[in-house]
């Protein structure tokens, strides 16, 4: 059964971090390219950071840039995201998302290129 599983989110004070994992199980993540989405409630979805098959290309949303750090483990059939400093406004579900077909160093950005989500984690930033 293909499956994209996140965990790591939860409750967090403003200037805190998280570690996002995004775990795949009936397909291999080393031949997809990956990334973070995240919903807050009443707004659209919006991509946070993506990275290639190639972990050399990533890319990150201004909203997160020198926040965010996206990598992969393919050992581990795993992405993750860490998110340092976090805001009251980096507060969403986030979710993973798994484009295939991609070439080695492409950088899938819009919603419609990803083949597999999760069903999210949520992020609440609050004190």
């Known amino acids: 059964q293909v499956q994209l599983v996140e965990s790591g989110g939860g409750l967090v004070q403003p200037g805190g971090s998280l570690r996002l994992s995004c775990a795949a199980s009936?397909?291999?993540?080393?031949?997809?390219?990956v990334a973070w989405f995240r919903q807050a409630p009443g707004q659209e979805r919006e991509l946070v950071s993506s990275?290639?098959?190639?972990?050399?290309?990533?890319y990150y949303a201004v909203s997160v840039s020198g926040r965010c750090a996206i990598s992969r483990d393919n050992a581990n059939n795993t992405v993750y995201l860490q998110i340092d400093s976090l805001r009251p406004e980096d507060s969403a579900v986030y979710y993973c998302?798994?484009?295939?077909?991609?070439?080695?160093?492409?950088?899938?950005?819009?919603?419609?290129?990803?083949?597999?989500w999760g069903q999210g984690t949520q992020v609440t930033v609050s004190s």
């Open positions: 009936g397909f291999s993540l080393a031949t997809y390219a």
């Open positions: 998302a798994a484009a295939g077909g991609a070439g080695l160093y492409y950088i899938p950005t819009a919603s419609k290129e990803f083949r597999y």
């Open positions: 990275i290639a098959r190639s972990e050399e290309r990533t």
